[in-house]
């Protein structure tokens, strides 16, 4: 079975610094990873996306993330973050069939 | 692409009421799922549909729940009789079917209270 772990409920982070939200998976066969952002009142958006070839993957509004193989994580990164950023993000893993199983969210807040 | 479309947006109903979510995945997807999601269990798949087919339901909490999707562009969640821990946030997702395109497009979700 998939599971994902979201090492951080909560991440509070001072606008124009880097952020970093972890997230490790468990798989038994190939995977896809997945990050997604929610904002307010919103649906989940998709950020970027795992699926195979390089290891770092550059997804919209300037964030990236690695895919660790040894490590299974897939931790997301952005160098810079605007208050606009605010949001809660969901990583979430899937192989070729089956429905993304999501992590339980990290709330990013952006301070001024 | 008008994505993935919900209603209602919001539900207040009181306990005992049938409810019924709607969603219409988008054009030429073949599979739709139904989460919900909560403070406390965050993300759970309730059930999701290939070709209009159930395919897994083992996520729908209690004889209570029950979805049905008649056809490619049209899927229901119904709850009857609702109860106050019903109350969350439904989303509808879907995804294609050929190979490459794994992700999940989600819709604006409807927001459900039970009192």
């Known amino acids: 079975a998939q599971s994902v772990t979201q090492l951080d409920s909560q991440v509070p982070v001072f606008e124009e610094a880097p952020v970093e939200l972890r997230c490790n998976y468990s798989?038994?066969?190939?995977?896809?990873l997945f990050w997604y952002v929610q904002y307010p009142n919103q649906g989940l958006q998709l950020l970027l996306k795992y699926l195979s070839g390089s290891t770092l993957v550059k997804g919209i509004n300037g964030f990236e993330a690695e895919f660790n193989k040894s490590q299974t994580s897939f931790h997301l990164r952005k160098p810079s973050v605007h208050i606009s950023d605010t949001a809660e993000y969901f990583c979430?893993?899937?192989?070729?069939?089956?429905?993304?199983?999501f992590g339980k969210g990290t709330r990013l807040s952006v301070i001024a | 692409d008008a994505g993935v479309i919900q209603s209602p947006r919001h539900e207040v109903t009181e306990m005992g009421q049938e409810v019924t979510l709607r969603c219409k995945p988008i054009s030429g997807h073949d599979y739709l799922f139904w989460y919900r999601q909560t403070m406390m269990r965050g993300l759970e798949l309730l059930i999701y549909f290939n070709n209009n087919v159930p395919i897994d339901d083992s996520g729908m909490p209690e004889d209570r729940f029950s979805a049905k999707m008649p056809n490619a562009s049209f899927s229901t969640l119904k709850i009857q009789p609702s109860e106050p821990r019903d109350s969350a946030v439904y989303f509808c997702?879907?995804?294609?079917?050929?190979?490459?395109?794994?992700?999940?497009?989600f819709g604006p979700g409807t927001r459900l209270t039970v009192t």
């Open positions: 798989s038994s066969v190939s995977v896809y």
């Open positions: 979430a893993v899937s192989d070729r069939n089956t429905p993304l199983v």
């Open positions: 997702a879907s995804r294609p079917g050929h190979s490459g395109r794994y992700e999940q497009y």
